[in-house]
């Protein structure tokens, strides 16, 4: 085997180097992409979000419009009330 | 405002049907009275045989509910997402433990220690931990054990939880039967009141519905007080002024915090919410009192029209609640 010439040898250890660096970026790469795949997709320990989800993701045929916004805020009217006089009610709102 | 009223008791409390036309409000009452018997006895939790009571006889068994059971929980584990858990059906036990295990009418006003903690043996809760310690042993299970299949129309509740839907439930029943009676009516307005929470549906009167918001729903809605005007949606008031008794001496009510297994200590006794719903309404008045000095920031952070009740009486409007000052109405 004809030895090389410290150029040669230069030039063939940078092409080690740039080699060496790609398979270890894409090897991190490739970490990071299955941690989040994993992470995605794995339910973990039981929470609150995680099992609220698992009351909701079936579908629902059997709710009505009073519970359709199931998972959504709490829903003010479309109007807002207004004052009224005092001694004009109809009809009394309080505890029970 | 001439409209046509109706009154009678059911769920153990007073019901109120209002109609904007006097010959729709046979048609309205009937519709609503079929609701409510339906209600009763699909989660009623005082009746052997609801099905409430056959579901939790049967915790750790998956059962198939009616679509109307099933709209109940929806809406109560709804509630209780949105609320962080404030509002939680899983306070069944909790709330028979502090004395409430039957009908309201049928509770005595006084009377011994509730008897749960007895029958657990007082080397587990040594007395001089107090009554309060006792209460917590039963310490609520919270709502995210439930499983609820709305598809395939079952439930599955973890060993030793026991539904209380008396909350939303009342409220999810007054959007109910405000939509039968509606329907019943041919379109005409409705008004229907269950112990103070209020559902509405149909063309209002003229300038609305006119509520006084009162820390009794007994209260004669022609006194004196806040009347506000109100168009469509529903209006609930959640109150630890009612509904109350007392164990040994412990004065007790029926809103129970899930965080300690015992009725709500907080800084609001009454609260008012006007939402898109009766249930809605329900959920953030109930929560309200529940989440105590936390309550106006979230209140506010709903943008629902609020009205707090302190427990020394002063009072606090939140959102887009009217200005009690100026009538416009």
């Given at each position: 085997m004809d030895s090389l010439t410290p150029t040669q040898r230069d030039r063939g250890l940078e092409r080690l180097r740039r080699l060496t660096f790609g398979a270890a970026a894409g090897g991190l790469i490739g970490v990071v992409g299955v941690g989040i795949a994993a992470a995605a997709s794995y339910a973990g320990t039981p929470s609150s979000n995680a099992t609220a989800q698992t009351t909701t993701t079936t579908t629902d045929t059997t709710t009505n419009s009073s519970s359709s916004t199931s998972g959504s805020d709490l829903q003010s009217g479309p109007q807002a009330p207004t004052t009224g006089s005092s001694g004009s009610g109809t009809v009394t709102s309080g505890g029970s | 405002m001439a409209v046509a009223l109706k009154s009678w008791k059911a769920l153990g409390t007073s019901v109120h049907v209002l109609s904007t036309h006097d010959d729709g409000l046979d048609a309205a009452t009937t519709a609503v009275r079929d609701v409510l018997e339906d209600v009763d006895e699909a989660y009623s939790r005082f009746r052997a045989d609801s099905e409430l009571t056959r579901l939790n006889a049967n915790a750790g068994r998956t059962i198939r509910i009616s679509p109307l059971l099933a709209t109940a929980i929806d809406a109560a584990l709804r509630a209780a997402r949105l609320t962080d858990g404030a509002v939680d059906p899983t306070i069944g036990r909790a709330i028979r433990v502090a004395?409430?295990?039957?009908d309201f009418s049928r509770i005595s006003a006084e009377g011994p220690h509730p008897a749960l903690p007895r029958e657990r043996g007082r080397e587990a809760f040594p007395p001089e931990r107090g009554r309060a310690m006792k209460l917590r042993a039963w310490r609520v299970p919270g709502w995210q054990g439930i499983r609820l299949d709305r598809r395939l129309r079952t439930v599955w509740l973890p060993h030793g939880v026991e539904l209380d839907l008396g909350s939303t439930g009342k409220a999810l029943a007054a959007d109910l039967a405000a939509t039968a009676a509606l329907a019943a009516v041919g379109g005409r307005g409705v008004l229907v009141s269950l112990g103070g929470d209020i559902a509405i549906a149909g063309e209002p009167p003229s300038g609305g519905w006119r509520i006084l918001v009162a820390e009794d729903s007994r209260a004669r809605p022609d006194g004196d007080g806040d009347v506000i005007c109100v168009p469509s949606g529903g209006v609930a008031t959640s109150s630890t002024t009612v509904r109350r008794w007392s164990r040994d001496g412990l004065v007790l009510h029926h809103i129970i915090d899930p965080q300690t297994s015992l009725p709500t200590s907080g800084p609001f006794r009454t609260v008012t919410v006007v939402a898109a719903t009766c249930l809605d309404a329900n959920i953030a008045s109930t929560a309200a009192i529940v989440r105590g000095e936390a309550a106006i920031d979230w209140l506010s952070s709903c943008g629902l029209p609020a009205r707090l009740v302190e427990n020394d009486g002063t009072i606090h409007y939140i959102g887009p609640w009217p200005d009690p000052t100026s009538v416009a109405a």
């Open positions: - | 004395g409430y295990d039957d």
